[in-house]
């Protein structure tokens, strides 16, 4: 069985600071890597997604993910953050159709 | 997008009886439905997975008796919660896993469940 995790559980940052979470995963098979967003009150929403190829994700809302197969890690980040960002953030993994979540990581940004 | 709905998004309920919750996929056939468990802080726990027309498969430590699920049609599956007890108690999310996309899943806005 697969397991996520992350390693920040809650990140407090000013607007305009870079923002970078830690995403650590243990398969050895082939994965399906996800980052998703729970804005406060609202669904889950896909921020983005790798599969195979550029191991270098753009997702939307100006997120990116980098897969580094070696330390398996699936890191995101974003270089300016907006006061909008406040949020959870979870990453998971996908084998089988079903999805495994890290415990997510609350992202509050001050203005 | 994809949007799938969830009803009721809050319920209370007296110890010992039995809620149901649903979940829609509005504007596309989805053959799987997946159903999640969300503690206040914490991940998403899957419980079980639900397939249009057949059995669910429910998750290790998950009670099927319980937390029966039917997935009667491509837009609807829904979730009954049955001799509901405190510790019961959650936030409940369901996702549809439809479309060309392989593995997406689009998700619920959840069902909050109080059992008092």
């Known amino acids: 069985a697969q397991s996520v995790s992350q390693h920040n559980h809650h990140v407090i940052l000013s607007e305009a600071a870079s923002l970078e979470l830690g995403c650590n995963y243990s398969y050895g098979g082939t994965v399906n890597l996800f980052w998703y967003v729970q804005y406060p009150g609202q669904h889950l929403q896909l921020l983005l997604k790798y599969f195979s190829g550029d191991p270098l994700v753009k997702g939307i809302k100006g997120f990116e993910a980098e897969f580094i197969k070696s330390k398996f890690s699936f890191n995101l980040r974003k270089p300016s953050v907006q006061w909008s960002d406040t949020a959870e953030y979870f990453c998971?993994?996908?084998?089988?159709?079903?999805?495994?979540f890290g415990a997510g990581t609350t992202v509050t940004v001050r203005a | 997008g994809a949007v799938v709905s969830q009803h009721p998004s809050w319920v209370i309920c007296k110890s010992g009886t039995s809620v149901k919750i649903e979940c829609r996929s509005l504007?596309?056939?989805?053959?799987?439905m997946f159903w999640y468990r969300q503690f206040p802080k914490q991940s998403l726990m899957l419980m079980a997975t639900?397939?249009?027309?057949?059995?669910?498969?429910?998750e290790q430590g998950v009670e099927k008796d319980k937390f029966l699920i039917n997935h009667a049609s491509l837009t609807l599956s829904t979730l009954t919660v049955t001799s509901a007890h405190p510790e019961d108690s959650s936030f409940y999310i369901c996702s549809a896993f439809g479309g060309a996309i392989f593995y997406e899943q689009y998700f619920g806005p959840g069902t909050r469940l109080t059992v008092t």
């Open positions: 504007d596309f056939q989805a053959t799987t």
């Open positions: 639900s397939n249009e027309g057949s059995k669910a498969t429910y």
């Open positions: 998971a993994v996908g084998n089988d159709y079903k999805l495994s």
